[in-house]
């Protein structure tokens, strides 16, 4: 593939509009995201490119897609969501994700805090997301195929956590890893009662804030290859 291909490739000409990511970013915007910065990183993120073929021309719907293995690539307004949260106290030198999934909020991640440590137990969906990300040139990730319930604790604490998949609890393991004053974003429930979930850790424990309903898949324990 030549240079200018590639660089359509990227940029989604012929296959979704600018004015197409525009519109999404101004639903985002109307929809409540306010932080310039998050919807500055959506709105030059290729989401085109952590969708299969097939799914391209729907890119840039606010909605869920599959990706397979009974995943899906999130709504834009949920990672939009998500992201403002964790950086609503500031700047974030260091984030733990659960689900690395398609790689797109890694992605979005990655542009808007130093480093990014992500969890998939799915080795597939992994190895796909890492192809993306150093595609994109986005090299400030680093990868760990294990049980996300788990978490990553060699490399604690975090600053941030994210969890892109609901837990039925708010998993021991990630609240330990959690660093003083830093903040979790986490669906949690069953079923169809899932709410998010904003945890900080403070001098004394742990504030928590229920942030309204959610759809996630569930967070599973153990790898998968």
């Known amino acids: 593939m030549g240079r200018e291909q590639d660089d359509m490739l990227r940029s989604g000409i012929g296959m979704t509009s600018q004015r197409t990511r525009e519109r999404l970013i101004q639903r ?11 919807l500055e990183v959506i709105r030059r993120t290729p989401r085109h490119l952590f969708v299969d073929e097939a799914l391209a021309h729907r890119a840039y719907e606010d909605t869920a897609l599959p990706i397979g ?4 690539i999130s709504q834009p307004y949920m990672v939009a969501r998500m992201s403002e949260l964790l950086l609503e106290a500031g700047p974030l030198d260091k984030v733990l994700e659960i689900g690395t999934g398609s790689g797109y909020q890694t992605a979005v991640l990655s542009q808007l805090v130093e480093r990014v440590f992500s969890v998939e137990r799915i080795k ?8 993306r990300l150093v595609e994109l040139n986005l090299r400030n990730v680093v990868f760990r195929w294990g049980d996300g319930w788990e978490g990553w604790p060699a490399l604690a604490p975090y600053n941030g956590i994210i969890v892109t998949a609901v837990a039925t609890d708010v998993p021991q393991a990630l609240l330990d ?7 979790m974003v986490i669906p949690v429930g069953a079923g169809e009662v899932q709410q998010l979930m904003l945890i900080i850790r403070e001098e004394q424990g742990f504030s928590r804030h229920v942030l309204g309903p959610v759809r996630f898949v569930p967070l599973l324990n153990g790898p998968l290859a």
């Not at 293995?69 to 899906?72: A, D, H, I, K, L």
């Not at 597939?124 to 192809?131: F, I, N, S, T």
């Not at 890893?177 to 903040?183: F, I, M, N, V, W």
């Open 28 to 38: 985002l915007y109307e929809e409540g995201i306010s932080n310039a910065r998050v």
């Open 69 to 72: 293995n009974n995943q899906t």
């Open 124 to 131: 597939v969906l992994q190895d796909r997301a890492k192809e």
């Open 177 to 183: 890893q959690l660093a003083p004053g830093g903040r």
